[in-house]
């Protein structure tokens, strides 16, 4: 009768479900028990690739792409080594296949309902099982759902299974798309104009800090998902009222059933930090939504990194029917609001984040892929980059929309560490399609990332794009595109579609209390406006050749890009490079220098603010300060702006390849200088000296300013000291660091401060201190490093290991401007480095190792002094 009544209930399934059911009830009936737990297997098991239509297979790497697999086969050279990348072009040509056996678990074939999970597919693919086809893939950002039950009927479900991936090459599609096209699009980064027509990492087809390798392959997880009755398929616990007693939370669950049915779900916590809510719903077959409240007594806030504890709660999701668990999701919780603040004031428009009711400065930078290959980025390297945020006080990280959305682990690091996240949707300088089926594809692709990432208390906000309205309204497209006003209008039409009408009602359907931006910048950097609205990219700094002190001048609103060039340490380029290719402009340093003016640029600022090197290794030390030095006032003078500027995201802080860049940790996970004085220009409290002019001369001006979210009282000391260290001006005031704002607490006269002292030969030290000891401390220099008349300073080093770690001791003389402390062959980093020293310093620096420490730690140091 059981039996009976189970065949009636699936009588409106289709046949072969039906067959299916049957066979995979354990001992071919189905009796009153619940069913089994739903399984999720990672399909872990060895698989194999090779070009299309060649004899032999070679091992492959799942999670992969096709180019680390063929450098793993040892069929290609390292494409990052010397200059590899033209003589492997051809594999972006080329179809791929991929294939394994499948041999389902025990676990799995109990359940009436399998399915086959990609997480992600890059990008064209075509999927069989047992030779028969069951989907077409089209975009590199989309999870793959595959009901495999109608393949699974009769005996074959237990037997071995065949599963093969054929990955076309987006090349000729990409061509052929383009062709049928109305207008040809203007495509930024992509000499052919086509990637635009494939949803794909932009930055594959190469960009000014990175190759050109268009990969392909099964680039994210895959796994088996069988249940039976229900599943699971999403839940997310979202605060709506959060107040010191509770905090109500909606937690919102998508289940889907193949069967009428009631289900119950229950919210708990693991560590009973809250009590467990249920609440039972007839299921329907197919999708269901089931929602309830939950309370958290006494809540604790998630907070940014350097204004509290980023406290995360985790809560289990489970599906119970018949009284039974048969699936399970875990969340984590982080209680906080975020709120983007754009309301019309006496400048223009604000621009700035709220956090718990809090306006918070943000201080960060812009984040590429880590690799070329994301896929061989592990979960040590992301905590690395974290780490190093967060050490450098930043809170807040930009994910550039011409490169991918981060794997599940970024954003649990960044939660974790109190990163907040700027995330772009990955579309970046170019336009796009507005057919319907391009659209449509983009809303898949914007509802699998939301509904992935919403849970996360990092993400801050959901933009659109990366510079493409800038790029439409001031890079010449239409012109150079020949444009017609009814061409004009229907690539507009596109835009419009997708970043003002899918990508916000996706953003407001399942992720309503967080802001959608539609382009970033809103307005580009050589109108007046882009000062006074919304975000801004600054390049005239760079591309337009400003000099850097434009940057105390030119204040935006919120700083989203800005940046500057600068080779990495000479022991990253050893790891890339033969001795003979280490000069500026060798064949092999211009493979990896991929801005056209990229070295001339680096030069022409150079020249401004340094002597001419002599060699090498002195113009890769340079290099490195001139950027620190250039960006460093970007930082310190949008902090001083606070509040008409509400954050800075320098342009860039990592590399997806070693390459000469904008970035401030080169693609080895070394620091450059500019890291080293992010953290000192993002510290919680900062002295931040500027010499400015007014009717009666230069004077220097000195900032207090602080994140801190109390005032702190206390005293400003400044004196002027020659290189050799003879005092010649001193003062002393009280002064006040305002809670979350900047303070003018000192102006000095640069004539008195100098007292008829050559600029070249002196420094103004500062110091504030509270409540007996030194809070900050700050030099600031009279004249540009290059035109320093620099003593021998002295310089004397002495590495102790002292409690299991290495400790290095500089002490100086004299002034020691730009110090530098290498380790070669060692893995890791000093605390502090690119430092100065006043005569008489000895400053204590712990090398940080990435392991366990070296046995042995030799150190190198050096200044801009020269003999």
Known sequence: MAALDRIIRLAARPLALVLVALMLAPGGRVGAQSPPPA???????????????????????????VHTDLLAAGLIRDPFAGRAEPALQWIEGKDWEYATTLTFPAAVTRHRQVELVFQGLDTYADVRFDGTEVLRANNMFRTWRIDLTPQLAGAAAVAPHEL??????????????????????????????????????????????????????????????????????????????????????????????????????????????????????????????????????????????????????????????????????????????????????????????????????????????????????????????????????????????????????????????????????????????????????????????????????????????????????????????????????????????????VLPQVVQALDPQRAYWPSSPSIGWGHAESLAHGDSHYWGVWWGEEPFEVYARKLPRFASEFGFQAYPGLTSIERFTPPAERAVGSPVLLAHQKHARGDELIRTYMNRWFQEPRDFAEWVYQSQLL??????????????????????????????????????????????????????????????????????????????????????????????????????????????????????????PVAEALRNLAAGETVLQLNFSAAGRSVAERLLYFALPGELALPDPGLGVEVLKRGGEWLVLVSALALARGVELVAPGAEGRFEDNFFDLLPGETRAVRFLPNGPPPARLQVWVRSLYRR
């Open 39 to 65: 399984v999720r297997a990672p399909l872990d098991q060895p698989w194999r690739f090779r070009e299309a239509g060649a004899a032999a297979w070679q091992a492959a790497t799942v999670p992969g792409t």
């Open 164 to 501: 093969s991936i054929t990955f076309h090459s987006p090349i000729p599609r990409e061509d052929s798309a383009a062709a049928a096209y109305p207008v040809k699009l203007p495509a930024g980064n992509d000499p052919h104009g086509t990637r635009v027509f494939t949803r794909k990492a932009a930055y594959q087809y190469g960009w000014d800090w990175g190759p050109r390798y268009v990969t392909g392959g099964i680039w994210r997880p895959a796994e088996l998902h069988a249940w039976t009755g229900a599943t699971l398929r999403d839940a997310v616990l979202e605060p709506q009222v959060i107040t010191d007693s509770v905090a109500r939370l909606s937690a919102r669950a998508s289940v889907d059933a193949d069967t009428v049915r009631a289900a119950t779900l229950v919210v708990r916590s693991p560590a009973n930090e809250f009590p467990a809510r249920s609440v039972t719903q007839q299921l329907q077959p197919g999708p269901n939504d089931v929602a309830l409240d939950v309370d958290i007594p006494s809540p604790q806030l998630w907070w940014p990194n350097g204004m509290g504890k980023p406290r995360l709660y985790d809560a289990v999701v489970e599906l119970q029917l018949d009284g039974a668990t048969v699936d399970t999701l875990h969340r984590r919780i982080g209680l906080r609001t975020v709120e983007l603040v754009t309301e019309p004031d006496s400048i223009g428009t604000s621009f700035y984040f709220r956090v718990n009711g809090v306006p918070v400065f943000m201080k960060g930078a812009n984040v590429i892929p880590l690799d070329h290959f994301a896929s061989r980025v592990d979960s040590a390297r992301y905590r690395r980059l974290f780490a190093d945020a967060a050490a450098a006080h930043m809170n807040m990280l930009r994910v550039w929309g011409g490169g991918i959305y981060e794997a599940d682990r970024f954003y649990d690091l960044a939660d974790e560490y109190g990163i907040l996240i700027w995330q772009d949707f990955m579309f970046a300088n170019a336009m796009y399609p507005g057919d319907p089926a391009f659209l449509a594809n983009v809303r898949f692709e914007a509802a699998d990332q939301v509904r992935r990432l919403r849970q996360h208390p990092s993400i801050a906000l959901w933009c659109g794009n990366n510079e493409i309205r800038e790029g439409w309204e001031n890079w010449g497209w239409q012109r150079e595109l020949g444009y017609s006003p009814a061409d004009s209008a229907a690539v507009w039409q596109a835009y419009e579609a997708i970043f003002h009408e």
């Open 627 to 748: 950027q620190a030095e250039g960006i460093g006032l970007a930082l310190e003078a949008h902090r001083r702006a606070m509040p008409r500027t509400m954050g800075t995201l320098f342009w860039q802080l990592n590399d997806t390849w070693p390459v000469v860049s904008w970035s401030s940790i080169d693609w080895f996970g070394q620091w450059k200088a500019l890291q080293w004085y992010a953290a000192r220009a993002f510290a919680p409290l900062l002295i931040s000296p500027v010499i400015e002019q007014d009717s009666a001369g230069d004077v220097v001006r000195v900032y207090l300013v602080s994140d801190l979210p109390l005032p702190v009282a206390g005293r400003l000391s400044a004196q002027t000291l020659d290189f050799r260290g003879r005092v010649w001006f001193q003062r002393q005031v009280s002064a006040t660091a305002a809670a979350g704002g900047s303070t003018l607490a000192l102006e000095i």
